[in-house]
């Protein structure tokens, strides 16, 4: 039975934010090292990966989805960190602070609707990831401190949520190609 790679997000599509959250990643990628930036057209708040489903799971999740209610909200994107610590990081990401509890509520609704699923629970924390980093040079961790110490406080920009999406990725050479299953509006 052939399965698909699937996750639930919020896009991220305001021109101006996408610009400010290349811009970082430009200084990010000069650092020596293995790292790829998150493709502008692929910038998203990950709610919840589901990884491989088949077609009758996909259509039951979507009927379930179905039922997750919220209003539309504002989300503030600012600042930037990375995880699991500067240390050793693994992922750049983009934090959240205005419209996070929403975020979380929505998350809340989702895990509970899928529950049956018995998908992989994870602690959650509003962040878009922008870049992933599978090696850096020692070289450059001293740089890399410096960079998200450069952006800590920046503000990225504020933009209206009023849908979620369900997606499918197909991973690709190039790097992954998401399509939207469903898109689920908010109830206002």
Known sequence: MEKMRTFICIEISDSKIINEIAKVQREFSTLKGRIKSTEQENIHLTLKFLGNITKSECDEIINLLDQVKFKKFTMT????????????????????????????????????????????????????????????????????????????????????????????STLTPKGPIYTTLKEFKSNE
């Open 77 to 168: 994107l600012h600042g930037i960190g990375c995880f699991p610590g500067p240390s050793r990081p693994r992922i750049v990401w983009v934090g959240v602070t205005s419209g996070a509890d929403k975020v979380e509520d929505i998350y809340n609704q989702i895990n509970k609707l899928l529950r049956k699923f018995h998908f992989k629970k994870e602690a959650f924390k509003s962040h878009i990831t922008i870049s992933r980093i599978k090696f850096m040079e020692r070289s450059s961790s001293t740089k890399f401190k410096k960079l998200l110490d450069q952006f800590r406080d920046k503000h990225f920009g504020d933009f209206k949520v009023s849908s979620f999406q369900f997606k499918k």
